[in-house]
């Protein structure tokens, strides 16, 4: 199937909406209430209590990353996952965990290396990676390439 269009869960009714990308740029509503339908274009910082919903209530790809205010690898990734966001909004959503202060998720999903990424699809966990690459020159490219894996 062409990747002509994407899937859009109204935050008002929860009715999923096929949206053609060619419409996303003039705010499109709800089929069901008229809503207009929201989709962020920056990473959202996800807390304890939202983190289940955040992943379910998404319907394309989400890329959760578990960071470290601490981590050098987090600070480089960090700028590169802003623009994925930008550039594949709607299709893609950013979910950013500090595992220092959302401590109950890093512990459910025993996160022991940051950045550790999680890419789900339609709320289904697709591939998980445990650290960033050494290399930065190679990390935009690596980071992409774990979201073209998933977005086929
Ligand atoms: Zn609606």
Redesign the pocket.
């Known amino acids: 199937m062409p990747d002509t269009s994407i899937i859009i869960r109204?935050y008002?009714?929860l009715?999923l909406n096929r949206v053609p990308k060619v419409k996303l740029l003039t705010k499109p509503v709800?089929g069901?209430?008229k809503?207009i339908l929201e989709f962020p274009r920056q990473p959202v910082w996800a807390k304890n209590e939202n983190f289940d919903r955040s992943i379910a209530h998404w319907p394309e790809t989400l890329l959760v990353i578990f960071m470290d205010q601490m981590c050098l690898f987090c600070k480089i990734v960090d700028p590169l996952v802003t623009d994925l966001a930008r550039d594949k909004a709607g299709k893609l959503k950013v979910l950013k965990v500090d595992i220092e202060t959302e401590t109950e998720v890093a512990q459910r999903f025993k996160i022991e290396k940051t950045p550790t990424f999680i890419v789900y699809k339609n709320g289904v966990k697709v591939i998980r990676v445990d650290g960033a690459p050494k290399e930065k020159a190679d990390l935009a490219k690596w980071v992409e390439n774990l979201i073209n894996f998933t977005s086929y």
């Open positions: 109204c008002n009714c009715m709800c069901n209430c809503t």
